[in-house]
């Protein structure tokens, strides 16, 4: 059930970093007024008494607009009406994963904002649990209780020092280069922060939502350039291997990696200046089909082998800057061959 909490009393404990709503340091200790009673929070959690504990502590700093709910139901369904400028959730959660639901919102597959701020609560920080937050996306990961000083600092970053998104062809959210396993070279993208705009007074600068939308496209770009990279990097190895005829469990494995990419670069072509490589794509997957029946039925896949790199090569040139040209003679040349 999802619980509306907003208020709106003028007192105000002197607690934390921002309980005057004022004084804040910035670099070069330039003085921010935040007007936090603007910012809209959904904080989740399916036990009432961590709940209401966050919800005083937030309070405490400065922030009178909240909304609780206790499910990632009450997180769909408050999203679906209006995406907070923040979201504080438990990932214990009694009906679905929360981790996979920050991919969905990361994907924008779910809500209208995927670049919400985004920080995770947890009573127990496994090493499994941590790592599959940090790979959804999700700002921040904070251990119960909550510490109010910690929690303070931490939107306090948000709001004056959120990291910029990286794009990979396996994940999306605020940058982790630091990281062990991510991919070195990199683009960053400066996104918009509802959380910064409401707190620091700047609502009636340029339209937001208009920033949110051409922002989502940009990393959509950077998500087909990026799934492109990968589809040809992986079919590279499957014709290597088939050419050598290694063809096992483990080529049927990377097949159907191909085809989740696949469908994931098809879902973000539509409406966007990419709609001549959808062809390609489908050629692809046909040619994988053709190719994971072979390896199955142990029978030759010659033909296969002829077309894999070809389409691999021209979907990665469709995804290029000007190079939809290229990409249509490639796809010619390969009607010809066929």
Same mark, same amino acid.
Request: hydrophobic share 45%; net charge negative.
């Given at each position: 059930m999802l619980l509306w909490y907003s208020l709106f009393r003028t007192h105000r404990k002197n607690a934390g970093w921002v309980g005057r709503c004022s004084g804040v340091r910035k670099r070069g200790d330039s003085v921010s007024k935040l007007q936090l009673d603007q910012v809209e929070i959904l904080v989740v959690d399916p036990a009432a008494g961590s709940r209401d504990s966050v919800r005083d502590i937030l309070h405490d700093q400065g922030f009178r607009n909240m909304a609780l709910g206790e499910s990632r139901a009450d997180i769909e369904a408050r999203i679906a009406y209006k995406m907070p400028d923040l979201l504080i959730s438990e990932v214990d959660l009694p009906d679905g994963d929360f981790a996979e639901l920050v991919i969905g919102i990361r994907h924008n597959r779910i809500g209208a904002n995927p670049f919400v701020p *985004?920080?995770? %609560? &947890?009573?127990a920080p496994q090493p499994e649990l941590v790592q599959r937050i940090v790979d959804s996306g999700a700002d921040l990961l904070l251990n119960q209780p909550l510490s109010a000083s910690i929690i303070a600092q931490r939107i306090h970053a948000l709001i004056h020092a959120r990291k910029p998104f990286a794009v990979t062809s396996d994940y999306i959210g605020p940058d982790r280069r630091g990281d062990a396993g991510r991919e070195s070279a990199i683009s960053l993208i400066d996104v918009p922060n509802t959380l910064e705009v409401k707190a620091t007074g700047k609502q009636n600068q340029a339209p937001l939502g208009a920033a949110i939308v051409e922002s989502a $496209?940009? *990393? =959509? *770009?950077?998500?087909?350039? $990026? =799934? !492109? +990279? %990968?589809?040809? @990097?992986i079919i590279e190895e499957i014709a290597a291997g088939l050419e050598n005829g290694l063809a096992d469990e483990g080529t049927l494995s990377q097949i159907a990696r191909v085809h989740n990419t696949l469908e994931d670069t098809s879902r973000r072509m539509v409406g966007t200046p990419f709609d001549h490589v959808s062809e390609l794509c489908e050629s692809l997957a046909k040619v994988l089909? +053709? &190719? @994971?029946? @072979? &390896?199955? !039925?142990?029978t030759t896949y010659t033909r296969e082998v002829r077309l894999l790199r070809p389409l691999a090569q021209a979907i990665r040139a469709g995804f290029e800057v000007d190079a939809a040209t290229a990409a249509r003679e490639i796809s010619e040349s390969l009607a010809a061959k066929r």
């Amino acid at each position: 059930m999802l619980l509306w909490y907003s208020l709106f009393r003028t007192h105000r404990k002197n607690a934390g970093w921002v309980g005057r709503c004022s004084g804040v340091r910035k670099r070069g200790d330039s003085v921010s007024k935040l007007q936090l009673d603007q910012v809209e929070i959904l904080v989740v959690d399916p036990a009432a008494g961590s709940r209401d504990s966050v919800r005083d502590i937030l309070h405490d700093q400065g922030f009178r607009n909240m909304a609780l709910g206790e499910s990632r139901a009450d997180i769909e369904a408050r999203i679906a009406y209006k995406m907070p400028d923040l979201l504080i959730s438990e990932v214990d959660l009694p009906d679905g994963d929360f981790a996979e639901l920050v991919i969905g919102i990361r994907h924008n597959r779910i809500g209208a904002n995927p670049f919400v701020p *985004v920080i995770a %609560l &947890t009573w127990a920080p496994q090493p499994e649990l941590v790592q599959r937050i940090v790979d959804s996306g999700a700002d921040l990961l904070l251990n119960q209780p909550l510490s109010a000083s910690i929690i303070a600092q931490r939107i306090h970053a948000l709001i004056h020092a959120r990291k910029p998104f990286a794009v990979t062809s396996d994940y999306i959210g605020p940058d982790r280069r630091g990281d062990a396993g991510r991919e070195s070279a990199i683009s960053l993208i400066d996104v918009p922060n509802t959380l910064e705009v409401k707190a620091t007074g700047k609502q009636n600068q340029a339209p937001l939502g208009a920033a949110i939308v051409e922002s989502a $496209r940009a *990393v =959509n *770009v950077h998500r087909l350039q $990026r =799934n !492109a +990279g %990968l589809i040809a @990097a992986i079919i590279e190895e499957i014709a290597a291997g088939l050419e050598n005829g290694l063809a096992d469990e483990g080529t049927l494995s990377q097949i159907a990696r191909v085809h989740n990419t696949l469908e994931d670069t098809s879902r973000r072509m539509v409406g966007t200046p990419f709609d001549h490589v959808s062809e390609l794509c489908e050629s692809l997957a046909k040619v994988l089909r +053709g &190719t @994971a029946e @072979a &390896t199955e !039925a142990d029978t030759t896949y010659t033909r296969e082998v002829r077309l894999l790199r070809p389409l691999a090569q021209a979907i990665r040139a469709g995804f290029e800057v000007d190079a939809a040209t290229a990409a249509r003679e490639i796809s010619e040349s390969l009607a010809a061959k066929r």
